[in-house]
Structures are given as C-alpha cells and as structure tokens.
C-alpha cells in the first residue's frame, strides 16, 4: 500500500509501527516523505497514493475521491501556528501591507492566518509567500520576509531565530470556539475499506505509545538535524488523545474551521456526512 506522510517527528512516531511490519496483519506500506504542500497537491492531482497525510484546509477539495480516517492525524489544543516577526510586537496593524511567508497555500495554518487576518489586519497584509516551513524563520530573521507563518517544532526555536511572537493562531482559534485546532488529516481512498485502514493506523500509534523507544532512531534519523529534546517536545505536542480518536469534539473542530472557511469563499462547500466514515 502507498502511503505518503511528512518526514516530522509526530508523522514517524505515528506510524514507526506499521512501516516497520509491526502491526498485524498491516499491509506493507510503500512510504513517500513529503512536506505537506507536496501531499496536498498530490490529494488534488488525483494520482496520489491510497493513503496519505494532507492539511485539514486541503479536505474539501479531495473529499470527494477520499475519505477522513479518524485517526493517525495531528488535532490538539495549544499547538496552532505562529505569526513571528523579527522587530517584536503584538499589534496585529504591524502586518498590514507587508510580505508574509506561509508554508502552503491550502496549509491549515494558512487558512486559519485568512480567518484571523480578515479580522484583525486593518487592510489585510500584502503580499503572500509560499515556501518550505524550515526556510521560513531563517527568512524573517535575515530581513527577506516582514513576517512568518510558522509551524511543527519551530514552536520551540524561534527564540533562537531572534524572532518574537506576534500572534499565536491556535490561541484564537480556541478562545473563539473552544474547540482543539485541525491541524492535519490522514485520508485513505474511498475505493478501499477505511475502516480497516483506520484499525492499522491506530494499531501503530497505540503500538508507539505502549514501545516510545522503539521509533527513536527512525524518528531522529528523518528529524535530521532537530535536536532529541525537540524532537520529544514535538510528538508530546502533537501526538494526542486526538490521534486516536477525533471523538466528537474533533470532528466539530474539522467542521467548524471548514464551514467558517466556506461561508468566507476561501475552501469549496462540502457536506458534513462525508466527514464521518
């Protein structure tokens, strides 16, 4: 089976188990690494693998050919994108008229950036940027970008970027709504039985849980350069009760954030059942 997720800690973590034949009766996975603007244009190209990892901003375009397995993704609370700046500050006018980089133009961090924006930037900003998230801070702190749109373990190294935090994305979102943040999906075809793809995915994120050591060299040697404490801090943040199980609040974080998008014409109408297996 095909499989393409991110070379992050959480998404190794997760499935350590399954790519490493450990979970019975798993089919063996044929893995691509990819950063998830690449995941989530293969989910739209229609030539994407059988199960894959994509941004929850990316679901309704693909929903359609995929459907949301309730499991193995990344959903939790205090652990939303970072909107960073090298001069400091907390005024959200700062950003107005100015360049900001974002990791991916249907990223979850990105939608949920529109939504804040809309409300708080006097004007809007100016331009958008698209790059790589790990070229992001190195951009900000050398004066290419006024502003960054950070993700995953920068929520732990910007300080040493020199950068300050401006506004905290998940911050908002979960005073707004109460609910966790959708950050990112695993969906499978809807050609294949998700519900047994569901039981493997969970299989390997219990079998990580129960085994933590087990995915470490794995998980360090696709981190690369992240230091072990990092790497550590980010699983603990974004490995959750929710990836086990989106339960109900999940699933209304996905909707909420989904239908807010699509009454402001930024993600395509969809229908709430496609949602749920």
């Known amino acids: 089976m095909k499989i393409a997720f991110s070379p992050c800690p959480n998404d190794t973590f997760v499935f350590h188990a399954w790519v490493h034949g450990l979970v019975p009766g798993a089919p063996e996975l044929d893995v691509t690494y990819a950063d998830i603007d690449i995941t ?9 693998p059988e199960v894959l990892k994509i941004s929850y901003a990316a ?12 499991c193995g993704g990344a959903l939790g609370r205090g652990c939303g ?5 090298k001069e400091g500050g907390s005024d959200p ?9 974002v990791p991916s133009e249907r990223s979850t961090a990105y939608l949920l950036f529109r939504l804040w924006a809309a409300k708080h930037v006097p004007g809007g900003v100016g331009e958008i940027v698209v790059m790589p998230f790990h070229q992001i801070m190195p951009a900000v702190r050398d004066g290419h970008i006024d502003a960054g749109l950070v993700i995953h373990e ?7 970027y020199g950068l300050t935090l401006l506004a905290d994305m998940g911050s908002w979102w979960e005073a707004d709504t109460g609910l966790p943040i959708p950050l990112g999906a695993i969906i499978a075809r809807r050609t294949l039985d998700a519900g047994k793809i569901a039981e493997w995915a969970r299989a390997s994120v219990e079998y990580a849980w129960a085994h933590p050591e087990a995915s470490l060299s794995y998980v360090l ?23 086990a ?5 999940g699933y209304a974080a996905v909707e909420a954030l989904l239908r807010r998008a699509a009454e402001e014409g930024l993600v395509p109408s969809f229908d709430p059942a496609l949602l749920r297996l």
């Open 40 to 48: 989530n244009g293969l989910a739209a190209s229609g030539q994407g």
């Open 59 to 70: 679901l309704p375009w693909v929903l359609s050919d995929y459907a949301l397995l309730p």
């Open 81 to 85: 994108p970072l909107v960073l700046t």
């Open 93 to 101: 006018a700062a950003l107005s008229g100015r360049r900001v980089a």
């Open 154 to 160: 920068a929520r732990f190294t910007y300080p040493s």
């Open 221 to 243: 040697h696709h981190a690369q350069e992240m230091d072990p404490q990092v790497a550590q801090a980010h699983i603990n943040l974004y490995v959750n009760e929710f990836t």
């Open 245 to 249: 199980n989106l339960g109900e609040d």
